[in-house]
């Protein structure tokens, strides 16, 4: 029996999407900046924490797959995981961002990596069964796509916003551009999203229907992970969304580097952040939909990553340019965030896809199970791009308090800030060319 969900279902569902990415935001594009620049701390030991990080998610978010699928309440098998892993997040991401004064050395490192650690798993907890829910309360067709891009257009505000306003309002609230005013003023930013996140969730809770169109499965653990290892169309997508994802996260990551130590004025960057921002609300919301009415969404995807890919060999062609403005990368911005608001939506359509076809091929929907990979894939690729990009700050010698880079450093930086995306961009085509996945040509 279909379960009618109506628009207030619709934009409650989006409204927790919105809360719990300003929170994925922040964290995924200023963890970096935030450890290193504000902090002190090595590039190279922030790099090597998130992958570490994301090597121990490869065994925890499959796990919670599992947990979600068993689960049993009157609420239904999501809603509790989604309240419950929110607001623990919130909890953990503030403590995350408020790093005591005290702390030095050692005793700073073991913080920032105990308080990361947890904000994983936390955000894993309602990551997980949030998106899940989606092919667990519709069917392949109009409706699925119509609330994908209800949650996918708030979502994608949530992600965006961080970037387009999060330096201007660190100094702001904390009065100030110096180290600790950046230290205050990222601190109370997280408070105000932490409570945001907190009241959209529940929003989120209050309006989702309990019934689902499956129950909770008795398969053992070794059936569920069989279930998402065997399922070739997940295992296809889970490569291609780590090479889009990585691609678009090393831009937002080191965007920010571009403007302050190469452009010379970090006060640019929230308006650059703005317009390439725009675009990817634009492609969401607007492109998007009416391009689907006369192409297929493998068509639609195959484009974002060629528009992206040019924009990347744009940027190539900068490197060697004695002085960068602003609008030496405002058209590469609005190429890679145009294809960043198509992926957007289309990631969730893909992986819900997948879990139609694995429940044709074994009988039984593993709806979570095959979620939790795209949770675990996107969080992975971020780290790796977290991971690329901050042994390459180290390694073209880029010195953070310094007044000045050397014109070889910063042509070393272009050249990160280039050439590592336009790579993974191009790998993540040729993967989507080279093999069919359900969910891109049929739905």
Not at 127 to 146: H, L, M, N, Q, V
Not at 291 to 297: G, I, T
Not at 412 to 417: E, G, I, K, S, Y
């Amino acid at each position: 029996m279909d379960i009618e969900l109506s628009v207030r279902n619709s934009i409650s569902y989006g409204l927790g999407g919105f809360g719990k990415n300003i929170a994925y935001g922040i964290v995924a594009s200023y963890t970096l900046y935030y450890y290193n620049s504000v902090l002190g701390i090595s590039a190279s030991f922030v790099a090597m924490l998130l992958m570490i990080a994301r090597v121990f998610d490869a065994f925890n978010d499959p796990l919670m797959g599992v947990v979600v699928a068993k689960t049993r309440s009157k609420y239904g098998r999501y809603k509790p995981w989604i309240l419950t892993g929110a607001l623990t997040n919130a909890i953990v991401m503030y403590a995350m961002f408020s790093v005591p004064h005290f702390l030095a050395g050692t005793g700073l490192r073991m913080y920032v990596t105990i308080t990361y650690f947890l904000c994983g798993i936390t955000y894993t907890l309602s990551d997980i069964p949030y998106w899940s829910i989606i092919p667990a309360i519709t069917r392949p067709g109009a409706g699925r796509e119509k609330l994908t891009v209800f949650a996918r257009t708030f979502s994608g505000i949530g992600a965006a916003l961080p970037t387009i306003i999060t330096m201007s309002l660190v100094a702001f609230l904390g009065r100030g551009e110096t180290r600790e005013a950046y230290r205050l003023g990222f601190s109370r930013l997280v408070l105000i999203i932490s409570i945001i996140y907190a009241i959209t969730t529940i929003m989120t809770f209050l309006a989702l229907p309990n019934n689902e169109l499956s129950t909770p499965q008795d398969s053992s653990v070794k059936e569920l992970l069989s279930a998402l290892f065997t399922n070739d169309q997940a295992m296809n997508l889970a490569l291609i969304i780590i090479c889009f994802n990585a691609a678009i996260q090393m831009t937002l990551n080191l965007a920010l580097y571009m403007f302050q130590y190469d452009i010379g004025d970090a006060g640019q960057y929230s308006m650059f952040m703005m317009i390439s921002g725009g675009m990817q609300l634009i492609a969401m919301t607007t492109i998007y939909p009416i391009a689907r009415k006369k192409f297929s969404n493998r068509e639609i995807f195959l484009t974002a990553c060629v528009v992206a890919i040019l924009g990347y060999l744009i940027v190539t062609g900068i490197i060697f340019i004695h002085k960068l403005t602003i609008w030496s990368l405002i058209i590469p911005g609005i190429c890679v965030s145009y294809a960043n608001g198509i992926g957007y939506v289309q990631t969730t359509i893909f992986v819900a896809g997948a879990i139609d076809y694995g429940e044709a091929k074994s009988g039984k929907r593993n709806d979570s199970i095959i979620s939790s990979l795209q949770t675990l894939m996107i969080k992975f690729s971020s780290a790796m791009a977290v991971f690329v990009a901050g042994t390459g700050i180290d390694f073209v010698g880029l010195e953070v308090h310094a007044v000045e880079q050397t014109m070889i450093t910063l042509r070393l930086l272009r050249a990160l800030f280039a050439v590592p995306p336009l790579i993974f961009m191009i790998i993540a085509l040729f993967m989507f060319m080279r093999k069919k996945t359900l969910g891109v040509d049929e739905i």
